[in-house]
């Protein structure tokens, strides 16, 4: 299978601890966005990289949120002090932008969040 | 803000007749328009999309329209089929290329054998 796959697909924690989601990307994408979805909602923009680059972060991003593309391949969303708002599902994405495509994003299936 | 909304939670169509999905939204800037299917369990994949120099794009059973003076859009499904029930969602950007999608809240499609 070579799309984007994203690990853990659902982790159940306490409030207050730390988790980290991980997104490997299809691997000749140079574009990974994060997205965040809510019951009843359509996804959010988070943050999204080019290669290694983090180019924008939503306001929605608080400083308890941090993602990094260390080598421009996966990434890694990480989310400190969990509080109950933060349930949800993550959904990474990626992308081959400047390269004639449409803007068209692949998903992975998401990791869903469930915060005690 | 819901800047691009999609009123309508979900629909029933018979088989072999035509859904029609819409979709409106607020912020002028908005110059390109997607939709996206899914799945249960599965992450949205994208199905069609049209820039705001068109009024129509179709591709196969999928046709987008694209009213940019009402500022809304439709996705027609001819003819519909078991496999098209999913949720459907409409995304918005400030231009081509630019993936900030803004999404909708979606519409759950639902095809009756």
């Known amino acids: 299978d070579t799309g984007v796959s994203q690990d853990p697909r659902h982790k159940i924690t306490k409030r207050g601890q730390n988790v980290t989601f991980r997104c490997d990307p299809i691997s000749e994408h140079n574009r990974l966005y994060w997205y965040r979805q809510t019951l009843g909602q359509g996804p959010e923009f988070l943050t999204y990289?080019?290669?290694?680059?983090?180019?924008?972060k939503s306001r929605l991003l608080s400083d308890r949120f941090s993602a990094e593309r260390p080598k421009g391949s996966f990434s890694t969303l990480e989310i400190q002090r969990t509080e109950q708002g933060d349930s949800a599902m993550y959904l990474c994405?990626?992308?081959?932008f400047g390269q004639g495509d449409s803007g068209e994003l692949f998903f992975g299936e998401g990791s869903r969040l469930t915060v005690l | 803000d819901q800047q691009v909304k999609q009123n309508s939670p979900s629909l029933s169509v018979q088989e072999g007749r035509i859904s029609i999905l819409n979709c409106d939204y607020t912020n002028s800037m908005f110059d390109y328009f997607l939709w996206y299917k899914k799945y249960p369990a599965e992450g949205p994949t994208f199905l069609i999309s049209i820039s705001s120099i068109k009024d129509k794009n179709e591709d196969g059973r999928f046709t987008v329209f694209l009213n940019k003076s009402a500022k809304h859009l439709s996705l027609h499904i001819v003819p519909s089929r078991p496999g098209d029930s999913a949720v459907y969602f409409c995304?918005?950007?400030?231009?081509?290329?630019?993936?900030?999608?803004?999404f909708g809240t979606g519409t759950r499609l639902t095809i009756i054998p």
């Open positions: 995304a918005a950007s400030p231009n081509f290329g630019n993936e900030k999608l803004t």
């Open positions: 994405a990626s992308s081959l």
């Open positions: 990289f080019q290669n290694e680059a983090q180019l924008e």
